[in-house]
């Protein structure tokens, strides 16, 4: 058999044919499903920074399992961007019109962490605000990897974006550690100056979102765009952890999505297995919900929903109360996120096996449900990563968690056979 080696050098096959990239109309349609929601939901800049239950309630909200690529766009918007920038309005009343803007959605937040080459080592970050000697900043991005990687950050959906971006500091040649800065990216039709925007592909199987790559150069910066001092923390490791602590906060936040990703794909299917029909071995139709092929897949996925539905509120309580405690708020968020993303991840699987070919198209929203939660893997920590994580601190610090409330279960009595 001859080798089809050499036809992947033919046109066909060239690199770069099929784009794959979202359409400016569908962009644009996110964000204006983001603003709809946003304004609907109006929540608080109390209700961000502290954490109420209304903040946890609206990641419940079954729209989100609907709208994928406005969820992306509202959950970067309201807690990383305005609930970074609201920690910092206490010692800066300055911010308070920005913080306006940002929560009547006038003006779209990003967050702009990790780079090409830095992700959940983010904090060897590369870019740079140099201090100049009128007292202006100039951001600059040094080479390729250290672009800011995945925010959405093109003009295309027509609405003024800004963002907080994180450099390091440097101020006579002294690199004073990471800082987080406000940054005007575009005002919806043209990118500011010293920003360049690269539109990514469309993820595969997901809702349309104008991922970038985003290059700063030489862009200049007045003082008030520095959140926080010039000083040089004793402890940058803990600095650093602090001033990114939303992410913490999304790391539970997203990850209650899985719950009305469950509920709406598990409606879904149930709504094909009642209207599909097959023969009897007598001729009359039944629907294919009469089998128990069917019902099994179903009712598990059901059970699950109304678990981690529960799970995810008891969740949401214990991560509020430890907010004084940043080592039990991860000790309680990266367990359910590891436990929620794989048990997803196996119904929503089965349940798309449940409606046959259907259950392939992103309309019926199960595969797109799927990989809007497989992007969560990755987002505010890869799970693999953070879990390693938080079981070394563990063990390194001697941390004591809190001791179930059910000792008597089986899996408790299990973990605590393992430990």
Partial sequence: MPSTESLLSLEPFAAGNPTGFASPADIKNAYDRARLIGRHYALSLQDIVSLSPRFWAFHLDLIHAESGNALVILTTHLNLCIGTLGDYLPERPDLQPLAEKLLNFDLVGQFLLTEVGWGVDADELKSTATLQPDGTFELHTPHEQAAKFMSWTTPDAAMPSGG???????????????????????????????????????RAGAPAVDHAVTTFTHKHLPFTALLGTLTKPSNPATHFASIIHRASIGTLSISTVNVPCLK???????RYSSRRHVSSPSGTPIPILAYRTQQ???????????????????????????????????????????AIQRSTQRILS????????????????????????RGNSLAEGDVVVIAIRLVSELLLSGQQLPSSRYPDAPVVRASDAKL
């Fill in 164 to 202: 907080i971006v994180f450099a390091r500091l440097i101020v006579q040649n002294e690199d004073r550690g990471i800082r987080p800065f406000w940054v005007m990216l575009h005002d919806g039709q043209a990118m500011e100056p010293g920003v360049v925007s690269h539109a990514l592909p469309k």
């Fill in 350 to 373: 089965s349940l798309a096996d449940c409606c046959g070919a259907q259950g392939l198209y992103e309309h019926n929203a199960i595969i797109s449900c799927q990989s809007l939660m």
């Fill in 296 to 338: 099994r897949p179903l009712l598990h996925a059901l059970a699950h929903a109304f678990v981690w539905e529960a799970a995810a509120q008891h969740a949401a309580s214990l991560f509020t109360a430890a907010k004084a405690d940043p080592a039990l708020q991860a000790a309680t968020a990266i367990p359910f996120k590891c």
């Fill in 264 to 270: 709406l794909s598990t409606y879904t299917a149930a």
